[in-house]
């Protein structure tokens, strides 16, 4: 749905109002509103920075990941990473899953994107590698009809582990205790990072998954690192996406 150029106005001015009055806080926001200013595409297949059939864009003022160019997926996983690496932050984000998924996408991609936080610079992936080591905070949408039930929040470890309870954890995919987000309602997500202490997934103000000492396969443990989201082949929107740092 288009706005008319009075909606983008005032949408515009309201944003430029918020970010104001956040900065006082703290808050830095890491999508504009306007364009892809300091954010780089990494896809499977591709050159660092080639935006692979502009999947990555901005619409309205909405950071979108579309699959209109598409005729069908083909496995062309990407990534788009925002320029800076953080350590210790609070990451907030407001996000929408839209349309249909593309052609071809996997089954458990459908309504599925993520935050990959602690994870690898782009310039360290190889040109073939589908996923950058990191930790993903996976963003996942219920069916449209609003029947079944899917948390929210889980957690994926490409190339990584995690402790729970005191015990590692070498699970790929770990669930939190969230409900389900059913439609194209727009969605608030939190994730708590304080290096490798420890990471909280929070939705609505509760913790629904938390964990401690996230580390490469090798036990490394990891500080700090990128954030990127996905391209997985299901639509999505984002609104707001900002980090606060705090203190060590």
């Known amino acids: 749905m288009k706005l008319t150029i009075k909606a983008c106005v005032v949408a515009a001015l309201a944003l430029a109002t918020a970010q104001a009055e956040e900065k006082k806080d703290g808050w830095i926001q890491l999508f504009n509103g306007k364009d892809l200013s300091g954010w780089t595409p990494k896809f499977k297949g591709e050159d660092l920075g080639v935006n692979y059939k502009n999947t990555f864009r901005v619409e309205d003022g909405l950071l979108t990941v579309s699959y209109d160019k598409y005729d069908k997926?083909?496995?062309n996983f990407g990534h788009l990473f925002y320029k800076k690496e953080f350590s210790h932050y609070i990451l907030r984000a407001e996000y929408r899953f839209i349309g249909d998924q593309v052609k071809g996408g996997p089954g458990?991609?459908?309504?599925?994107?993520?935050?990959?936080?602690?994870?690898?610079?782009?310039?360290?992936?190889k040109k073939d590698q589908s996923f950058p080591n990191s930790i993903e905070v996976q963003l996942l949408g219920g069916k449209p009809d609003g029947t079944g039930k899917r948390t929210n929040l889980n957690l994926c470890t490409p190339g990584?582990?995690?402790?729970?309870?005191?015990?590692?954890?070498?699970?790929?995919?770990?669930?939190?205790?969230s409900k389900t987000y059913h439609g194209d309602q727009w969605v608030t997500v939190e994730v708590e990072v304080k290096g490798s202490e420890v990471i909280r997934h929070k939705i609505d103000g509760k913790v629904v998954l938390e964990y401690n000492k996230p580390q490469l396969d090798d036990g490394t443990l990891l500080e700090k690192g990128t954030?990127?989201?996905?391209?997985?082949?299901?639509?999505?929107?984002?609104r707001k996406i900002e980090v606060k740092e705090v203190k060590k």
């Open 73 to 75: 997926w083909q496995n």
């Open 108 to 125: 458990w991609a459908f309504r599925n994107n993520g935050f990959m936080i602690h994870g690898q610079t782009p310039e360290s992936m």
């Open 160 to 177: 990584t582990h995690v402790v729970i309870d005191g015990k590692l954890q070498k699970r790929h995919v770990i669930n939190s205790d």
């Open 227 to 238: 954030i990127s989201i996905q391209a997985e082949s299901h639509p999505i929107q984002f």
